[in-house]
């Protein structure tokens, strides 16, 4: 995630030689400054994105790690602003945003209605069956990919009830 601190570890036999030194490369090119076993990158930004490798010395010569691991950043989700939406009271009101850079298992979703998260709204697709006039109001998205949640804007939703005969045909 934007910000956060990436770590990569390694475990080194230093076979009978304990004069080990540690080097790290990213993207084939040697990190300066990077010389322990542990690496880590505090910041986490795009351009640290790569392949990261170890290269372990000691005075018999020294030895790349046949791993690597390779460190992508996360980038931050985002909802696509809703228009207005007008539905008929007792009526079905379904929502389907469009969201950007939102994969894997730690998606979570939550719907807000007036500012407060809806109880059991927590799917891409806000979905609310036999609509009332008290459910008139403001609505919002908000999407977490694991690196934080993020709020979409919020939009209207106007409930129209039925026509009312003022006086009966005579």
Same mark, same amino acid.
């Given at each position: ?26 993207? &084939?090119?040697?990190?300066? *400054? ?9 910041? =986490?930004?795009?351009?640290? +994105? &790569?392949?990261? +490798?170890?290269?372990?010395? !000691? ?34 009101? %379904? ?9 894997? +298992? ?6 807000? =209605?007036? *500012?407060?998260?809806? !109880?059991?709204?927590? =799917?891409?697709?806000?979905?609310? %069956?036999?609509?009332?006039? +008290?459910?008139? &109001?403001?609505? %919002?998205?908000?999407?977490?990919? *694991?690196?934080?949640?993020?709020? &979409? ?18």
């Amino acid at each position: 995630c934007p910000g956060e601190t990436a770590t990569i570890t390694s475990g080194v036999n230093p076979n009978g030689d304990n004069s080990l030194t540690y080097s790290w490369t990213l993207n &084939g090119s040697v990190i300066t *400054g990077a010389n322990t076993g542990i690496l880590s990158i505090p910041n =986490f930004q795009s351009a640290n +994105a &790569g392949t990261y +490798a170890l290269v372990a010395t !000691n005075s018999c010569g020294s030895t790349t790690s046949s791993a690597t691991t390779t460190l992508q950043l996360q980038p931050t989700p985002a909802v696509a602003n809703i228009a207005d939406q007008t539905v008929c009271q007792s009526g079905t009101l %379904n929502v389907a945003p469009s969201y950007t850079n939102v994969s894997g +298992a730690n998606v979570t979703y939550q719907w807000y =209605f007036n *500012g407060t998260a809806i !109880n059991g709204q927590t =799917f891409a697709q806000l979905s609310l %069956n036999n609509v009332s006039n +008290a459910q008139a &109001g403001r609505y %919002n998205a908000s999407v977490n990919n *694991g690196c934080g949640a993020v709020n &979409g804007a919020a939009f209207n939703v106007n409930v129209l009830n039925l026509p009312t005969i003022q006086s009966q045909p005579a």
